[in-house]
């Protein structure tokens, strides 16, 4: 389990993001070490573990947001992780998180660090201000709480 490359890791997050952009979830997850985990903190989210992110994928960002975009505006390298700073564009035109679609669209500064283990990532953690990510999809930020807490117990 030693230290990655910058190119290794820039490797392994390349064919992450190609399964991500082609929102093919089993191309996604083959990416990520089997003990792989997603976590968002302004939501006390986070899953664990290959069968968890799939749902994830699915739940959190495919479904709800087909047309889910990312214009990346900063990318940093460290030992084992990548940083990047992104704006991530979409339209709420599916449930998310089991709440209804509001057909809204938001643009949500985020940062995400990415860490990497065994040739492949080990998982992400994202930041970003979740009352403007609701304020934008006119939803009650409660609501999405409740929801991403319900997705992390199922886990």
Known sequence: MGTMTDTE??????????????RDVGRTVATMTDDCFQAHPALNLRCIGRNSCSRYYREMFFEP???LSA??????IGKNSIYLEL???????????GLRPTGRRFTLPITVSVRFRDGLVHGETMYYDART???QLEIRLD???A?????????
């Not at 214009?71 to 940093?76: C, L, Q, V």
């Not at 807490?149 to 199922?154: I, P, Q, R």
């Open 9 to 22: 890791m820039v490797s392994a997050l390349r064919e992450h993001v190609l399964g991500e952009s082609l």
């Open 65 to 67: 947001f087909p047309d």
């Open 71 to 76: 214009e990346r505006k900063g990318f940093a």
């Open 87 to 97: 704006d991530l564009v979409g339209t709420m035109s599916g449930p998310w998180l």
């Open 133 to 135: 990510w609701c304020s």
């Open 143 to 145: 609501d999405v709480l």
């Open 147 to 155: 929801a991403a807490a319900d997705l992390t117990s199922a886990h």
